[in-house]
């Protein structure tokens, strides 16, 4: 049995209401956004790919193996956040009104 945190599944969970946005964001605060979106990804793929990947703290530099190791965290986690991305944007263009629903 897990004692962890669901806040992050009840985050995701579409079933629950989610609060209605009362106008669209601005251009600024959507740049925000994907900047703070941008930050959040490099910072879950340094820590996702150094605990993985980097054991030797002898030397300041990776060694062959670790090198290869990171090299290939990285473009997994790129792969998969793209992934991730296409499907998004495939299910949000269900949401959106066609053309002919606006008129």
């Known amino acids: ?36 979106q941008i930050l959040l990804f490099g910072n879950k ?7 993985n990947c980097v054991f030797n703290f002898r030397t300041q530099k990776l060694d062959d193996k670790e090198e290869l190791c990171v090299s290939r965290c990285t473009l997994k986690f790129q792969r998969v956040s793209e992934r991730i991305s296409r499907r998004f944007e495939e299910i ?11 008129r």
């Open 1 to 36: 049995v897990s004692t962890q945190s669901t806040g992050a599944v009840e985050a995701l969970d579409l079933n629950k209401k989610q609060p209605k946005m009362s106008r669209m964001p601005s251009e600024e605060e959507l740049e925000k956004i994907a900047r703070d």
């Open 45 to 51: 793929l340094v820590g996702l790919c150094f605990d």
């Open 92 to 102: 949000s263009k269900g949401f959106l009104p066609s053309p002919e629903q606006e």
